[in-house]
């Protein structure tokens, strides 16, 4: 199993760590042919709007829809949630591949001098809590039907999963806990034939 991590921008070395931590070959993702290698991909946080003008310069849109369409996971934190999401609250002209119905407001906890953490009881991964990192983090306003919230911070949902897509409005890179990564790592084992 090969993980691959895109690495247009955002801390994706931090998750390619997470990967390595738990013994898993980890790629950084920078071009089409790197989407034949993976079997299980990580969008990281970042900047959405730079995310996406960076997927469109290296012509990596394609490649992304093509791997969704073949039904490979993907996990998507912070700028990534927002990427994976249908809608976007308050930048309805953003691009979004749509991939989970969702819609997100950007920046929804406040500025970057907000950033806080805070521990979160996430019952799919476990009984103990998992710390939290929110910076400059998007809120899920609205899920679809089949869309499954895994994780609650007070009333807002921060962890949802559709399908062979895993979303978060946290930064799970940022700590040493790595059950969120074994739990994608299942998703994406599922998935290989």
């Known amino acids: 199993m090969i993980l691959g991590i895109l690495g247009l921008q955002g801390d994706f070395y931090a998750h390619k760590k ?10 950084i993702v920078r ?28 012509n990596l849109i ?43 407001k950007r920046n929804a906890y406040g500025r970057q001098i907000e950033s806080f953490e805070e521990d979160v009881s996430i019952p799919i991964i476990g009984k103990n809590p998992f710390r939290t ?6 809120k ?15 009333s807002d949902h921060i962890l949802a999963r559709e399908g062979n897509i895993l979303v978060g409005s946290f930064h799970p890179e940022l700590t040493e806990d790595t059950r969120i990564y074994e739990y994608f790592l299942e998703m994406v084992k599922r998935t290989k034939p």
Not at 133 to 138: D, G, Q, T
Not at 140 to 154: D, F, P, Q, T, W
Request: with cysteine; charged share 25%; hydrophobic share 35%.
């Open 18 to 27: 997470m990967g390595e931590k738990l013994g898993i070959e980890t790629i």
């Open 31 to 58: 071009s089409p042919e790197d989407f034949e290698k993976i079997d299980g991909l990580i969008i990281p946080g970042g900047e959405s709007t730079t995310i996406t003008k960076l997927l469109s310069r290296y």
């Open 62 to 104: 394609k490649s992304l829809k093509k791997f969704h369409k073949e039904g490979k996971p993907i996990f998507g934190t912070c700028a990534g949630m927002i990427l994976l999401a249908k809608k976007i609250d308050n930048h309805p002209d953003q691009f979004s591949f749509g991939f989970i119905d969702i819609s997100v």
């Open 133 to 138: 990192v929110f910076i400059r983090a998007p």
């Open 140 to 154: 899920i306003s609205r899920m679809g039907k089949s869309v499954e919230s895994l994780a609650k911070h007070n």
